[in-house]
């Protein structure tokens, strides 16, 4: 039977591949793959994506960041309330590519929480997956900066950080759930992430950039344990 929550979701990034109407076209195909296997699939659209495929797809759709702020007077700010209001679930914190302070995952943290936002606290270290567990995230995504985009998987090249970031997230926070990232790109790089104690994984170029983003997306949800 499908758990409850994704176990795999797409970060669209700024790839041109991701937005308009070449985004839809991986959110159609995860939304396929999604109701052919029962694999739950999560999206990580850019900004002007999300209220479009909250209101298209039964996908679960994440911001890929907010800012650490609350409404009032402040000009060009990502609120985790605008998020919601435009049909996200959750959001990216702390994604490699938009990195905050520990005070600040911290804050926006507390806000995603205060609005009911599932929080997915990426990390790049086991020190820094253990520090964001205190903050206890519905998620840590464990993704080491190196192998992001380099096609290299982190289940192949960097296997103990999946295990040693799950250990040490359990030990601080028991309900959150650990994704990898980084490099994945097949079932094969999912399960063997799974095996080595991951809920579920985190990617981006390996769909995204894909030529077809439904025999791939079909691949990874095979690899789903
Ligand atoms: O940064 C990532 C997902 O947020 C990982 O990117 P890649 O899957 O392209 O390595």
Do not use: W
């Amino acid at each position: 039977m499908a758990k409850r929550f994704p176990e795999i979701i797409i970060n669209f990034k700024i790839y041109t591949e991701g937005f308009g109407k070449a985004g839809h076209r991986i959110a159609e195909a995860a939304e396929t793959v999604m109701n052919e296997t029962g694999v739950i699939i999560g999206i990580a659209p850019g900004y002007m994506d999300l209220h479009p495929m909250s209101m298209h797809y039964s996908l679960p759709v994440y911001a890929q960041h907010i800012d650490p702020v609350k409404p009032g007077a402040g000009t060009g700010h990502i609120l985790a309330d605008a998020v919601v209001s435009a049909g996200a679930c959750g959001t990216l914190i702390n994604h490699s590519e938009k990195r905050l302070t520990l005070a600040d995952i911290s804050l926006a943290v507390e806000i995603a929480k205060s609005v009911h936002l599932e929080t997915i606290v990426c990390t790049n270290d086991v020190f820094t997956s253990a520090a964001a567990a205190a903050f206890s995230p519905e998620f840590i995504a464990i993704e080491p900066p190196e192998l992001i985009g380099s096609g290299v998987s982190v289940s192949s090249a960097d296997p103990g950080i999946i295990e040693n970031s799950v250990r040490a997230v359990k030990n601080v926070s028991g309900s959150t759930k650990v994704l990898a990232g980084a490099g994945i790109h097949s079932g094969n790089c999912i399960k063997t992430a799974m095996d080595l104690g991951a809920d579920g994984v985190l990617l981006a170029s390996g769909v995204v950039k894909a030529k077809d983003p439904y025999a791939v997306l079909t691949d990874l949800a095979g690899g789903v344990i």
